[in-house]
Structures are given as C-alpha cells and as structure tokens.
C-alpha cells in the first residue's frame, strides 16, 4: 500500500454567497469515514487561515522568520488528508469523493518510499 496525499486547496476569500457550509462538513465527514470504513484513511486536518502561517527559512548560518505563507498565491492549502490505498487509481477515487464533498480542488500525491 503507498500513501498519498490528499490536499485541498481553497480561495482566501470568504465563501461565497449561498454556500452552505454546515452541508459541505456533513459531506466531508462521510468521505472521511467511508475511508475509515475501507481502511484507508490515515490522518486528516484542516488548517487555519493563511494569516496564521510563520515561514523559516535557514540563510546565511541564520534563520529568517517571515509571516504569511511561503507563496502568494489566491488559493491556498486548506487542509489535506492521508491515506493508505493499493493504487493511483484508488488514490484518485478517494479524491474525487473528497473533491466532490468539499467542492474544492483536490491534488493527490504518493509519498516516496510510502
């Protein structure tokens, strides 16, 4: 089995009008445990705001703390979830489902060696 991430990126900008959230966690939690069921989920998290993130970055024999994220971008890593599957193809799925819930782009990447 490899693991493979599965990230979610989302927009800085508050959702959008007629969003129903509260619709859009319920469907979350059930990929999530439709991955638990099939024994493949491993870890999953979401992550606060953008304006949370402390960059470190080692130059010169010194570390440089910066604030903000590493790259500037309109969308962000919004959370992302791991997962054990048997391929690519499993990968996929599971990320299709999870992009499907979140409604939001979902990058699926193996770990190497994992």
Known sequence: MTQY??????????PPAGVDLEQIVADVQKVDQAMKNAGVWVFAGGLHETSTATVLRAQDGEVLVTDG??????EHLGGFTIIEAPDLDAALDW?????????????????QGG
């Open 69 to 74: 994220p590493y790259v500037e971008g309109k």
């Open 5 to 14: 991430l599965l990230s979610v990126y989302q927009p800085d900008a508050a």
């Open 95 to 111: 990320g299709s489902q999870l992009a499907g819930a979140t409604t939001l782009p979902i990058e699926v990447r193996p770990f």
